[in-house]
T-cell receptor, first 116, second 114 residues
Framework: AQSVSQHNHHVILSEAASLELGCNYSYGGTVNLFWYVQYPGQHLQLLLKYFSGDPLVKGIKGFEAEFIKSKFSFNLRKPSVQWSDTAEYFCAVNSMIKAAGNKLTFGGGTRVLVKP | NAGVTQTPKFRVLKTGQSMTLLCAQDMNHEYMYWYRQDPGMGLRLIHYSVGEGTTAKGEVPDGYNVSRLKKQNFLLGLESAAPSQTSVYFC?????????????FGPGTRLTVL
């Protein structure tokens, strides 16, 4: 069974600081990788995704993530955060097994608070 | 397109009561999912469906039942609610072919069981 771990449960930053959120997964086969964001009181929205190709993926709102296959990692980064980036961030993995229903396995989430 | 919608948005139940949560999507997606979200545990899959008339168990199916009588709807039922089922419930859908399986989420239902 696959699993996803996010290293930080809570992160507090000041505006303009750089952000990096760690994500590691355990699964030996081919995977799709996702980062979702949940702003306060809202539903999950896709930030970015990796299916194949360039391991450095750029998403919306200035976020990017790097897939390092040898480390089973998919860390999320943003060079300079804004107050509006305050949200909870979820890493998720899909094992690309169609018979398994394209199920996503989520990490526990990281709450990010950006102080103005 | 409305995307994925969920009703109701909020609900309070007493222990032992039953209820049904409705999820609807207008994107002609084949796959639909029900998750629960609890603090520090991310989202955990309850049940899912790979097409009309099919359902399957996810990670935490106990105490829940589902039905997918129409492609656009996916119902989650609690037959006898328990306080442990207090949570936020999210529905999601995705389109297959399997090479493109981003899931789209609904706004959530906040359920409290007293």
């Amino acid at each position: 069974a696959q699993s996803v771990s996010q290293h930080n449960h809570h992160v507090i930053l000041s505006e303009a600081a750089s952000l990096e959120l760690g994500c590691n997964y355990s699964y030996g086969g081919t995977v799709n990788l996702f980062w979702y964001v949940q702003y306060p009181g809202q539903h999950l929205q896709l930030l970015l995704k990796y299916f194949s190709g360039d391991p450095l993926v750029k998403g919306i709102k200035g976020f990017e993530a790097e897939f390092i296959k040898s480390k089973f990692s998919f860390n999320l980064r943003k060079p300079s955060v804004q107050w509006s980036d305050t949200a909870e961030y979820f890493c998720a993995v899909n094992s690309m097994i169609k018979a398994a229903g394209n199920k996503l396995t989520f990490g526990g989430g990281t709450r990010v608070l950006v102080k103005p | 397109n409305a995307g994925v919608t969920q009703t109701p948005k909020f609900r309070v139940l007493k222990t032992g009561q039953s209820m049904t949560l409705l999820c609807a999507q207008d994107m002609n997606h084949e796959y639909m999912y029900w998750y629960r979200q609890d603090p520090g545990m991310g989202l955990r899959l309850i049940h899912y469906s790979v097409g009309e008339g099919t359902t399957a168990k996810g990670e935490v199916p106990d105490g829940y039942n589902v039905s997918r009588l129409k492609k656009q709807n996916f119902l989650l039922g609690l037959e006898s609610a328990a306080p442990s089922q207090t949570s936020v419930y999210f529905c999601a859908s995705s389109y297959d072919p399997s090479s493109y399986n981003e899931q789209f989420f609904g706004p959530g239902t906040r359920l409290t069981v007293l």
